[in-house]
């Protein structure tokens, strides 16, 4: 379908629309899948209890995953604009709902500014999966500080990844995102596939990783791992921070927000299970034992593939990057979309310049090991990711569910839900009483002020 394939939205502007559902699904996947599913989801699920915690996570996105990102479709495309447009026209010019518009737009630039640079990382380690880990186990995990260390080696790939994403994003919503997600994808879960059979079936390692991943063991599922359950289910589908509200707003509509956002979180959780798979296949193999940071994706596994060859770490370190990118670009995109809707700006122009500055902000991180003290003792790193993490996205999320419970007219809800049924009526009282409560939680625990957990360890 042609770019020009555009509609109306209701005051007349000419709007983008995605080609298909399915390029649509895969954009919107491809933005819930990041370097996060890759190496802490797999991890906490073998943490707290394995089938177990499943088990919980599932429920939990039943009740906060989607029908947060339901909402999100529905003010999107209700609202035919970017994050701080849609609540404004849905509400009215100048309505203070507008600030979770602006929470995401906001959330969008300061995650792209440090999550570039770590991607630039991955993107660095496809080079060096090329030439062959070499050396002793501290040798090749002393690589990871090295490039950490290297303001030059960081610019250069935190560079080319904004690069990358400015320029996917600049060719719109057809011929750029939905284009590039259609390409990168597929590719992105044949890689997958072809990992995780290898780790199956040519390693003893394969039934240790299913064990610890699916058998449940309910005495390791405790409060904390409830919780993580909790906050994983919202932080894992790209929630709080516009992605979906502006992916919404590209919609046709004649498709279907639930079945859609049924498809898009069965596929998340599905990829982040086959990655788990795939790199604890691998370390068990090795009688190596998990971790949960950037350790075991940079430290660990090289010294794993430094035994196999790079016809498994080049496809990981491939793969690694194609999830970044594909979130990436749905970051840049809350942002773009802000300029081009509520400012008159060109698509190139925005892309150009909001990249530029992203690109300019992530130059702290990229310049800065992650041990600089910075505002209350963090690192750049630390800094921005709390403040996004534990601050700006649940709190966006949570201003987001009550506009669409208490806000947003039940007779515009009805419409762009579809139908009246037992379905609305439980996605209605969930983001009424049920899925609020759960995200004010998950603020509580992020600032560790939940009065029944022990934050002193």
């Known amino acids: 379908m042609a ?64 029908p947060l990102m339901l909402a999100e479709f529905m ?58 880990f070499a050396g002793s186990p501290e040798q090749i995990q002393d690589q990871f500080t090295q490039l950490v ?10 560079s080319i990844f904004m690069v990358l994403c400015v320029a996917i994003v600049i060719g719109g919503i057809q011929h750029g995102i939905e284009r590039w997600s259609k390409i990168l994808m597929p590719l992105l879960f044949l890689i997958l596939l072809g990992l995780m059979f290898y780790g199956l079936f040519s390693t003893n390692g394969g039934l240790k990783a299913l064990a610890f991943l699916f058998r449940p063991d309910f005495h390791k599922l405790t409060g904390e791992g409830i919780l993580s359950a909790l906050g994983h289910a919202f932080f894992t589908l790209s929630l709080g921070m516009g992605a979906m509200i502006t992916y919404g707003s590209y919609m046709e509509r004649g498709a279907r927000l639930v079945r859609d956002a049924i498809a898009i979180s069965v596929l998340d959780t599905f990829i ?3 990655a788990g798979v795939a790199i604890f296949s691998l370390v068990f193999h090795f009688g190596m034992e998990p971790q949960q940071s950037v350790g075991l ?23 690694l990057t194609f999830a970044a990118l594909t979130s990436g670009i749905s970051l840049l995109e809350v942002v773009v979309s802000y300029f081009v809707d509520e400012r008159g700006w060109s698509r190139t122009a925005a892309a150009l310049v909001m990249g530029g500055l992203i690109y300019a902000v ?3 991180c990229a310049t800065a090991s992650l041990e600089v003290p910075f505002m209350g003792g963090k690192g750049y790193f630390g800094f921005f990711d709390d403040l996004t993490t534990n601050y700006m996205l649940p709190i966006g999320g949570l201003l987001t569910c009550l506009f669409t419970a208490w806000v947003f007219r039940d007779k515009d809800r009805v419409d762009e839900f579809g139908s009246r049924g037992f379905a609305y009526r439980a996605f209605v009282f969930l983001v009424k009483y049920i899925t609020p409560v759960a995200v004010v939680i998950v603020i509580l625990h992020g600032l560790k002020l939940l009065p029944f957990m022990d934050y002193s360890h």
């Open 297 to 319: 994706i940079f430290k660990t596994l090289p010294v794993l593939f430094a035994e196999l060859g790079p016809w498994i770490s080049v496809p990981f370190f491939v793969l």
């Open 3 to 66: 770019e020009d394939n555009s509609t109306s939205s209701p005051v007349g502007k000419l709007r983008q629309h995605w080609g298909s559902r399915l390029g649509f699904i895969l954009a919107a996947t491809g933005s819930a899948i990041g370097l996060g599913n890759i190496w802490k989801f797999p991890y906490i699920t073998g943490d707290y209890g394995g089938g177990a915690f499943v088990l919980v996570y599932l429920v939990c996105v039943v009740v906060v995953g989607l």
């Open 362 to 364: 992530g130059l702290l």
């Open 149 to 158: 260390l290297s303001p030059g080696d960081s610019i250069m790939w935190h």
């Open 272 to 274: 982040a299970l086959m």
């Open 75 to 132: 003010i999107g495309r209700r609202g035919q604009e970017n994050p701080v447009g849609a609540f404004q026209k849905l509400h009215r010019k100048g309505s203070p709902w507008q600030g979770a518009g602006w929470m995401g737009v906001a959330s969008g630039f300061l995650i792209l500014s440090f999550y570039s640079v770590v991607a630039g990382w991955a993107m660095a380690y496809i080079f060096k999966a090329i030439a062959g």
